[in-house]
């Protein structure tokens, strides 16, 4: 009998991205005319996108293939293959918990509920799309850094206070600004050998980017914390670490980014202190006795 021919291996699909609705969600604002229609379509009409052709949904969308293909990148996707893919594991696997807005008659038990579940989400599509090799990159600039500056505005000043004060209990040489006169100053005179950390939300608060960009320009390497979508301080940032926080009409940016932002800080952390493990652990223990003398 002939041999039987082996059946050819399958072909590993790309990685799909993961909360793909969420992403088009959060970058459609900052996006063209063209792009902002094929973002709709595609929000209204995934089960059908999924059966789709790039050139069907260009024609329906009066845009180019050029266009939509753009668009995929835009959001992150290799191609439009690549966003075909992810919609349809987003289907099949629907969000459990939405983002629901709060309403005028709504009683104190809904309202605890929708918070929580709005919170719990932003965690679930912000680990969902952090890259490994990204937050890498970013403990390996803080660690080599001589010294570490941390910048933060408004609601994202509490933020930066408290990512000092986390680097401080593990021993990091760190200092934190947030008043934009002292920033500008202090950012101008870094150089290298210096780390700076911003945390910005919507990645264009004037002061933070200034901030940010005179870091740069002095030879510092710059690590910012914003929200997915296009904004000006990802110029001047060499790593970018992304949330995923969605507005609603009561729960605007200073609510839901503060536990997204806190929730990558904890991962610096917790990884810087395990590239160099028993020191950590020292310094955490000598600098928890020292609070204990602050309690009776």
């Known amino acids: 009998m002939p041999a039987r021919s082996k059946a050819p291996k399958p072909t590993a699909h790309p990685t799909a991205l993961t909360a793909i609705l969420a992403r088009i969600s959060s970058v459609r604002d900052s996006l063209g005319n063209t792009a902002q229609r094929i973002a709709d379509f595609i929000v209204a009409q995934p089960e059908q996108v999924v059966y789709m052709s790039v050139s069907e949904v260009a024609e329906r969308c009066s845009a180019s293939e050029g266009s939509v293909v753009g668009f995929c990148k835009a959001i992150g996707a290799n191609g439009f293959q690549a966003l075909k893919i992810s ?10 918990m939405i983002h629901e807005d709060l309403e005028p008659d709504d009683d104190v038990a809904t309202v605890a509920r929708k918070v929580f579940q709005s919170n719990v989400q932003t965690l679930h599509d912000t680990s969902s799309t952090l890259e490994p090799a ?14 570490i500056e941390i910048y933060g505005i408004g609601s994202a000043a509490t933020i930066a206070a408290d990512a000092h004060y986390r680097m401080l209990r593990i021993g990091m040489n760190v200092k934190v600004e947030t008043d934009s006169h002292v920033q500008a100053i202090s950012a101008a005179l870094t150089g290298p050998g210096v780390a700076v950390l911003t945390i910005s939300h919507s990645g264009s608060t004037h002061e933070t980017v200034t901030a940010t960009r005179l870091a740069k320009e002095a030879g510092a ?12 301080i990802r110029a001047y940032s060499d790593v970018t670490l992304v949330t995923m926080a969605r507005e609603t009409r009561f729960r605007t940016e200073a609510m839901t980014s503060r536990l997204a932002q806190l929730a ?10 395990l590239t160099d493990y028993d020191n950590a652990v020292t310094t955490i223990r000598h600098t928890s006795d020292i609070l204990s003398l602050k309690r009776y």
């Open 87 to 96: 919609l349809a594991q987003e289907i099949v696997r629907p969000v459990h």
């Open 134 to 147: 990204t937050l890498k990159r970013a403990v390996r600039i803080l660690k080599k850094a001589k010294r």
């Open 221 to 232: 390497q710059t690590i910012c914390i914003t929200n997915f979508g296009k904004s000006p």
């Open 264 to 273: 990558i800080i904890d991962v610096l952390i917790a990884c810087l202190a």
